[in-house]
């Protein structure tokens, strides 16, 4: 699924820094098919979609962008985030014909991009996603990283019980329209609700309590 977000990130955050990883060998896509949230066997040649990388109880390591090449598939993830998808990755990597290799590492975000990134309320490594903390629901990116009808893959327990029962994550994302320090309390009526996470171009992204009525959701769309 696609909208105007997912379309953005597509045309613009992708053209920006990123790491790139490179997938390599005969079992390369059947292997990414079992180990990422999203269904990347049915890409075609030159296709690509969003998916999520899990660790097994469900916690998210980071949220990548998939392009298959025939044999090839290239992993787009945010500066800072390649060798922990590779370390992940590889510790599943058995019996099969599949190199993953680091091909770009980037320290340095366009701040064009991030004041754009920070406003639409898109999350990033480092920032909204920290590894092994970082709960899938509370991105909201669900709609267009994850799939409900694909096969197994780790992590996948943790994804279809919230779904199934309904469940919000203890935390989401809120798109605040002021600049605020990252790392800041966010604080309603004298209680703190949450902490800033980036802040970019006039405009914070904080991840609050659930429940808290501040700033708007992040736009995510699937």
């Known amino acids: 699924m696609s909208g105007p977000l997912t379309r953005w990130a597509d045309e613009v955050l992708s053209a920006g820094p990123r790491e790139v990883v490179l997938a390599t060998g005969s079992d390369a896509l059947?292997?990414?098919q079992s180990q990422l949230a999203q269904d990347v066997a049915s890409l075609a040649?030159?296709?690509?979609c969003w998916s999520l990388l899990l660790e097994p109880d469900g916690k998210v390591v980071a949220l990548l962008r998939i392009v298959r090449h025939g044999d090839v598939v290239r992993i787009e993830c945010d500066p800072g985030a390649g060798e922990a998808v590779v370390a992940r990755l590889r510790r599943f990597l058995l019996r099969v014909a599949v190199e993953?290799?680091?091909?770009?590492?980037?320290?340095?975000v366009d701040h064009e991009i991030e004041a754009d990134r920070v406003a639409r309320g898109f999350p990033r490594h480092g920032c909204e996603i920290i590894p092994g903390t970082t709960v899938p629901?509370?991105?909201g990116v669900l709609g267009f990283a994850v799939s409900f009808t694909k096969g197994c893959y780790p992590g996948q327990e943790l994804v279809e019980r919230m779904d199934s029962r309904s469940a919000s994550a203890p935390h989401h994302l809120v798109v605040l329209d002021a600049a605020h320090a990252v790392g800041s309390d966010v604080v309603v009526d004298g209680q703190i609700v949450g902490t800033i996470t980036s802040s970019a171009?006039?405009?914070?992204?904080?991840r609050v309590k659930r429940g808290t009525s501040i700033g708007r959701e992040a736009p995510i769309d699937g």
């Open 30 to 32: 059947r292997f990414l």
């Open 45 to 48: 040649d030159g296709g690509h």
């Open 201 to 206: 171009g006039g405009f914070s992204i904080a």
């Open 100 to 108: 993953l290799e680091v091909v770009s590492q980037v320290e340095d």
């Open 137 to 139: 629901a509370e991105l």
